[in-house]
Nanobody, 123 residues
Framework: VQLQASGGGLVQAGGFLRLSCAAS????????MGWFRQAPGKEREFVAA????????YYADSVKGRFTISRDNAKNTVYLQMTSLKPEDAAVYYC?????????????????WGQGTLVTVSS
């Protein structure tokens, strides 16, 4: 599975962005999907994940209520709608895929990764 993330950019604090991750080369509906992020000097951290159906969604506490993960299996795409952005949300955002329906928040469980898209939030 190849993943292509897009939608990052520069936004003011309080603004919004929608990230997209298009998948190809596999059966998208067979994968649970996750978004992770990595800020400079920090470890990669979990943001959100969605099961393949989708009937299970998890969020990191830091983004709960502000970010929404969704997927369109017909378009082989997973989205991350980000609102009320804060400077601490600035990072490179990665989408990732793992086979099966169990949603996991640890990055080591994901087999495939996109190249990342940069989100910059100005204060």
């Amino acid at each position: 599975v190849q993943l292509q993330a897009s939608g990052g950019g520069l936004v003011q604090a309080g603004g919004f962005l929608r990230l997209s991750c298009a998948a190809s080369g596999g059966t998208f509906s067979g994968y649970s999907m996750g978004w992770f992020r990595q800020a400079p000097g920090k470890e990669r951290e979990f943001v959100a994940a969605i099961s393949r159906r989708p009937d299970t969604i998890y969020y990191a506490d830091s983004v709960k209520g502000r970010f929404t993960i969704s997927r369109d299996n017909a378009k082989n795409t997973v989205y991350l709608q980000m609102t009320s952005l804060k400077p601490e949300d600035a990072a490179v955002y990665y989408c990732a895929a793992k086979p099966g329906s169990i949603v996991i928040i640890t990055s080591a469980s994901y087999y495939y990764w996109g190249q990342g898209t940069l989100v910059t939030v100005s204060s």
